[in-house]
């Protein structure tokens, strides 16, 4: 099976300006969860996404969202770009909630 | 919420020696704790995990003990080598909610 792919993989974007990434999931994996990951911060939960329906919800602000569509695959946005939402952003999917987690490569996005 | 704290926050050892990594974690419903291995540039990769039903796991030279009564989880590689050397993520979770992250440990390991 493929593994989880994310796309664009390197973007760069200027302050006050919004993006989308988008995240496709390891083929008949429902969970699509999202990770801000920067060097201070360690691994940071944004949301996750089951079967369309976003389950869990991280401490971020609203600037961030995300969806998820039928055929699993998920996007998530983020609007009004600051200089700290520069980082690598990692989505992770599994195929139930208590499976294994397995992440995408990351998009890095630079804020200018 | 749950909280996961990871100890130490670098670590050296030499080659050969062995490396131990530890977690602790607040919410005494989490039942599954995973450890990923992520090399520089790369995406984290799962390297072993455990479920609150078992209180060790061990597969070659890495191992995962767990004790539910005290909270914690540890990460134990022997006979360390070069390709070792990597931050390693501890994490906690169930199947209600989302899996938290501790804030990693770099291993280096000199040859």
């Known amino acids: 099976k493929a593994g989880v792919t994310q796309t664009p993989r390197y973007l760069i974007k200027t302050r006050g300006q919004q993006v989308t990434l988008s995240c496709s999931p390891i083929?008949?994996?429902?969970?699509v969860s999202w990770y801000q990951q920067t060097p201070g911060q360690g691994l940071q939960f944004l949301f996750e996404y089951f079967s369309e329906t976003q389950r869990n919800k991280g401490n971020f602000p609203g600037r961030f969202s995300g969806r998820q569509f039928s055929n699993s695959r998920s996007e998530m946005n983020v609007s009004t770009l600051e200089l700290g939402d520069s980082a690598l952003y990692l989505c992770?999917?599994?195929?139930?909630?208590?499976?294994?987690?397995?992440f995408g490569p990351g998009t890095r996005l630079t804020v200018l | 919420g749950e909280n996961v704290e990871q100890h130490p926050s670098t670590l050296s050892v030499q080659e050969g020696d062995s490396a131990v990594i530890k977690c602790t974690y607040s919410?005494?419903?989490?039942?599954?704790f995973p450890w990923y291995k992520q090399e520089l540039g790369k995406r984290p990769q799962l390297i072993i995990d455990i479920r609150s039903n078992v209180g060790e796991k061990k597969d070659q030279r890495i191992a995962v003990t767990l004790n539910k009564t005290a909270k914690h989880f540890s990460l134990h590689i022997t006979e360390t080598q070069p390709e070792d050397s990597a931050v390693y993520f501890c994490?906690?979770?169930?199947?209600?909610?989302?899996?938290?992250f501790g804030g990693g440990t770099r291993l280096m390991v000199k040859p």
């Open positions: 992770a999917s599994r195929q139930g909630l208590t499976d294994t987690q397995y």
């Open positions: 083929s008949g994996h429902r969970s």
């Open positions: 919410d005494s419903a989490s039942n599954y």
């Open positions: 994490a906690a979770g169930n199947a209600g909610n989302m899996l938290t």
